[in-house]
């Protein structure tokens, strides 16, 4: 089974340990979460910390471990508040008979029952006990509760138990619980894209234009690129209910309504803009800026003054921007482009592979009446093996519906990856 971990990157994930035998699995379950590129915290009652150390946790979420309420120190770091407002899921595993209790009572007398009533997020509880524990009128009173106030209880597994009995009350296995953990995520992105668009709640990076780079301070070297497809694209994204950032460079275009717009000139300030941007949230890099392949290696402090009959300006390579963020640990769903003359399919599907993309558009720039300052356009999309799309045709059309068809390519491949198969 695959998954686009774009959809789930960055999501939060509390992880709240309680006192039971369990809790050696919840270090693994840390590990399968972060796997798929949750951001876990852990937090512990004491109950857990008498089978498990928080270091270990520390270790494993490369997080620090929240243990009390009362805390100055920790709460100088993270308070219970804003650790509450910070989960996208709260997974209590293994969760005890206490712990439901509280729950069902709204209890607050320690860090994890407090932030059980001060979180929005959902609740999920996997409660781990002795069977005779789980079958107990007041568990099972509690658990019907905690369900009539829109808890998510996972049920244990039936078969033997640490103290020698056998019966419903054990954690599921980390991976099951990963997985239902991602599932649910997975459901949860469908149903808003279902609900208010293709790429609803995701975050699209866009480069576009050409770059600047300056030979001195009058002068400069830059290509024609209009940043025409690019901006089309940035706004077939908004309309698709998407958050769009669009790193222009220098181009006369307006910004495209609900489109955040950042101007950069060179081919370096491009780069960093986009790390940024990663680091800032990024499910979706779609690179169509024209980046010059070189640089001046030295940019003159004045004006060049003309002498002689030949001035030679050494150049040096640029950065490539697109392969840059596809090394990422976190990588966004990258989209690239090509633009050639000859070959066209075969070069861009080299380049496919070779920047690590997971999609390409391609067209042909020899042909007059599409590409560069052009307003129609037509390609050739390739995607990367494990989308399992191949190939597809965008007929000629103006750069507006060629946006849009891509969209719909991105949005087609990420639904593709994501579906368990
Ligand atoms: O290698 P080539 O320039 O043909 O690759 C085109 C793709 O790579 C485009 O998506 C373009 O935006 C991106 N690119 C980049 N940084 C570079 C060169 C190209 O992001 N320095």
Redesign the pocket.
Request: charge should be neutral.
């Given at each position: 089974m695959s998954f686009d971990l774009s959809v789930i990157s960055n999501k939060k994930i509390i992880l709240a340990v309680t006192g039971g035998i369990a809790a050696y699995k919840s270090a693994i379950l840390v590990r399968r979460l972060k796997d798929f590129g949750f951001d876990v915290r852990v937090v512990m009652t004491q109950g857990a910390q008498a089978f498990i150390t928080p270091l270990t946790f520390q270790a494993l979420s490369g997080n620090p471990v929240h243990t009390t309420l009362l805390d100055s120190e920790a709460e100088a770091g993270m308070g219970h508040i804003e650790l509450a407002r910070w989960a996208d899921l709260v997974l209590v595993a293994p969760a005890s008979c206490d712990t439901l209790a509280k729950f069902a009572a709204g209890l607050a007398d320690d860090l994890l029952s407090t932030l059980y009533l001060a979180t929005k997020a959902p609740v999920w509880v996997a409660p781990a006990m002795n069977q005779q524990m789980w079958a107990a009128k007041a568990t099972q009173r509690n658990l019907n509760t905690l369900v009539e106030d829109g808890v998510h209880v996972i049920m244990p597994d039936a078969g033997s138990q640490a103290c020698g009995d056998v019966g419903l009350g054990r954690m599921p296995e980390p991976e099951d619980l990963a997985q239902q953990v991602i599932d649910y995520f997975h459901r949860a992105q469908r149903a808003i894209a279902e609900k208010f668009g293709m790429l609803a709640g995701k975050r699209v990076v866009v480069?576009a234009g050409p770059t600047r780079e300056a030979i001195d301070p009058v002068r400069y070297i830059s290509n024609h690129s209009t940043g025409k497809m690019g901006f089309a694209i940035a706004a077939a994204c908004y309309a698709a209910g998407a958050k769009v950032t669009l790193l222009a460079g220098p181009v006369s275009l307006d910004t495209p309504n609900g489109v955040r717009r950042i101007n950069v000139s060179s081919?370096i300030k491009m780069l960093d803009e986009s790390m940024h941007q990663l680091e800032e949230g990024c499910d979706i890099f779609i690179?169509?800026?024209?980046?010059a392949?070189y640089r001046v290696a030295e940019v003159a402090e004045h004006k060049i003054k003309k002498a002689g009959d030949e001035l030679h300006v050494s150049l040096v390579k640029?950065?490539?921007?697109?392969?840059t963020i596809a090394q990422q640990t976190k990588r966004p769903f990258m989209v690239?482009?090509?633009?050639e003359t000859r070959n066209v399919e075969e070069y861009a599907a080299g380049?496919l592979v070779a920047?690590k993309l997971d999609m390409?558009a391609c067209n042909d720039v020899s042909r007059a009446d599409i590409g560069f300052a052009s307003d129609e356009n037509a390609m050739i999309v390739f995607f990367a093996d494990q989308y399992q799309l191949e190939k597809r045709d965008l007929e000629k059309a103006s750069k507006q519906e060629i946006a849009q068809q891509l969209v719909e390519a991105i949005h087609d491949a990420l639904h593709h990856e994501i579906e368990p198969v």
């Open positions: 480069t081919a690179a169509t800026a024209a980046v392949d640029n950065p490539d921007i697109v392969a690239g482009f090509a633009a380049k920047k390409i």
